[in-house]
């Protein structure tokens, strides 16, 4: 099995840098130029599709959308993955504290697998968590009950009346603070996200894979003699960050910008 795993895209623009960049990965991956972008001597450089590709939350900036109303300067990317998908590569996202509601788009409409919060996965019978990780650390209080109102019927019913561009508007003020807040507390989310993992890899787990702290990391862990893995995911805001998986191994990767 071979598949990618990113998070923390916040696109946003079509005119952004990280949005071009993405676009061209996404060609890349379609290309079956996966390997060639992983510095790892042991992959070899020939061309291979991939099978799956994981996006844990994150991908848009805000999404303030329905399968009405999506935002203009979202289509690109989106066509984007519908071209992947048509080559045969599963797609599937988690929503995360900038993007969620994207169910009755991304899967009625679209066919790609979304999961609200946790999926429970395998590739090569290795059991893995994937998540954005917003979650992680339910200590914060605030936090917990503030994203159980925005992902609550109410909510949603609410913001489907206020028209698309007043919302996007809304949307893209309140992102840039929450964005800030991350990145201020980048360490501390890794080491909050550590300890979460570090319980479930003592459990049936070979791996927690997650976004949300912006900030790259691949750790290994051995637990009861059996060799177990954390990963934080990264941002494309910074680092340009990707995991590369193939045959029970991962490795950290970072886009070449162009």
């Not at 899967?107 to 999926?119: K, P, R, S």
């Not at 508007?169 to 840039?176: D, E, P």
Request: glycine content about 6%.
């Amino acid at each position: 099995m071979k598949a990618v795993f990113i998070s923390d895209a916040h696109l946003r623009r079509s005119t952004d840098e990280r949005y071009s960049q993405f676009i061209q990965f996404l060609a890349d991956l379609r290309d079956g130029k996966a390997r060639a972008l992983v510095d790892a001597q042991e992959l070899g450089r020939d061309k291979t599709p991939i099978d799956d590709l994981y996006i844990l939350g994150d991908f848009f900036d805000f999404w303030f959308c329905s399968k009405d109303h999506i935002h203009p300067e979202f289509q690109l990317v989106i066509h984007s993955l519908v071209d992947l998908q048509k080559t045969g590569v599963r797609v599937h996202l988690c929503e995360g504290n900038h993007d969620f509601f994207m169910k009755e788009y991304f899967h009625d409409v679209l066919g790609m697998e979304v999961f609200e919060e946790w999926a429970d996965i395998k590739l090569d019978k290795l059991r893995m968590l994937v998540a954005h990780g917003d979650t992680a650390d339910r200590s914060n209080r605030t936090y917990m009950m503030f994203r159980k109102i925005l992902r609550s019927r109410p909510f949603y019913n609410t913001q489907r009346v206020i028209p698309a561009s007043v919302r996007w508007a809304l949307a893209g003020m309140t992102s840039n603070a929450s964005k800030q807040m991350s990145d201020d507390n980048c360490d501390f989310l890794v080491e909050k996200m550590l300890s979460f993992a570090t319980g479930k890899l003592r459990e049936d787990y070979d791996a927690v894979i997650l976004g949300h702290c912006h900030k790259p990391v691949l750790r290994y862990f051995d637990v009861g003699g059996r060799k177990k893995t954390f990963v934080a995911l990264g941002d494309w805001i910074r680092h340009y960050s990707f995991l590369y998986y193939e045959n029970r191994k991962f490795f950290m990767s970072y886009y070449p910008l162009r």
